[in-house]
C-alpha cells in the first residue's frame, strides 16, 4: 500500500526487494541514515518512480556522522525528501542531544532556504524539542512524525502545527499507540513500516508491503471499511506527494 518510512537499504537482500515494494506499493519513502547513505541508496535504487530515497542523518547516530553534517547541509536543495532526521531523548541517545539539535536546526534551515520539504521525523523522548525546533524554522515544509510516541499534550501541539503522522503495525500493537491514533487528523494520516527495525512478534521484519494491521487499526479507529481508509490513504499521499503518478503500483 503505502510505506512513508522504511529503511529498506538495509534489509540482507535489498535490491532483490525493488520490484516487488514498486509493484505492491503505491509509494514508498526509503529513509536514510546519513548523507553517504542516501548518495549510494539514490544511485541503486533508481528507476523507480514510487520509490523515493529521503536524505537524513539520524539522530541515534549523531556523533558517528557528525562530520556527514556539511555534506548533509549541501545535499538538501538537491534531495526531494528528507529524512530521518529529527531528536531521540531517550537514555541512550540523550548524552548526544545538543548535538542532535545542531543539526537538526543547521537542515531545518536549509529546508526554509530552498523553499520547504516533506520531513520523516525521529522524535522518541524529546517530541516538545522536536517541535520547538520546527517553531523555529516555520517554513521548513511538512513534518511528518514517524511513529510518534509522545504523550497526548505533544501530539496536540504537533497537530496545531500542522504536522502529518506516520503510522505502522508496530505502533498500533500498543493501547498507548491506538490511542494517540485515534487523536491525529484523517487527513494527515499515513502509514509505514519501519523495517526492518521494526519487526513482528516473531522477530522477523516488517517488509514494506505489509502494512495492513495498521490499516486495519484505522478502519477500528475511524470506523470506516478498508475500502475508505485505503481511499482516505491514497487522498492523503496524493496531497502530500503531488505529483505521484498512480499508475504503477495500485494492488
Ligand atoms: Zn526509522
Not at 539539535?101 to 520531513?119: F, H, N, P, S, T
Not at 509505514?192 to 519487526?199: L, M, Q, S, Y
Request: proline share 6%.
Amino acid at each position: 500500500m503505502i510505506d512513508f518510512h522504511s529503511h529498506l537499504d538495509l534489509y540482507p537482500n535489498a535490491p532483490s526487494l525493488l520490484p516487488r515494494v514498486a509493484k505492491q506499493n503505491i509509494f514508498t519513502l526509503v529513509v536514510s541514515t546519513s548523507p553517504r547513505a542516501w548518495l549510494a541508496t539514490s544511485r541503486v535504487f533508481a528507476g523507480y518512480p514510487n520509490i523515493k530515497v529521503a536524505l537524513g542523518l539520524h539522530p541515534e547516530i549523531a556523533v558517528a556522522k557528525a562530520a556527514e553534517m556539511d555534506l548533509l547541509v549541501g545535499l538538501v536543495a538537491q534531495a526531494e525528501f528528507i529524512g530521518e532526521i529529527g531528536l531521540d531523548g531517550s537514555p541512550r541517545f540523550k548524552h548526544s542531544l545538543a548535538l542532535q539539535r545542531r543539526i537538526l536546526d543547521v537542515v531545518l534551515a536549509e529546508c526554509e532556504r530552498v523553499g520547504g520539504r516533506v520531513m520523516s521525523l525521529h522524535s522518541r523522548g524529546a517530541a516538545d524539542q522536536v517541535l520547538d525546533a520546527l517553531e523555529a524554522h516555520p517554513k521548513a515544509g511538512t513534518p511528518v512524525f514517524h511513529w510518534f510516541s509522545g504523550t497526548k499534550k505533544q501530539l496536540r501541539r504537533a497537530v496545531d502545527q500542522g504536522a502529518w503522522f506516520s503510522v505502522g503495525p508496530s505502533m498500533v500493537a500498543s493501547e498507548k499507540g491506538r490511542q494517540l491514533v485515534s487523536e491525529m487528523p484523517a487527513a494527515n494520516v499515513l502509514l509505514e513500516t519501519d523495517g526492518p527495525f521494526a519487526t513482528k512478534a516473531d522477530g522477523t521484519p516488517w517488509f514494506p508491503w505489509e502494512t495492513g494491521q495498521a490499516a486495519q487499526a484505522l478502519c477500528d479507529l475511524w470506523r470506516m471499511p478498508v475500502e475508505r481508509v485505503r481511499a482516505q490513504l491514497v487522498s492523503n499521499l496524493k496531497t502530500i506527494v503531488p505529483g505521484l503518478s498512480t499508475a504503477d503500483g495500485i494492488e
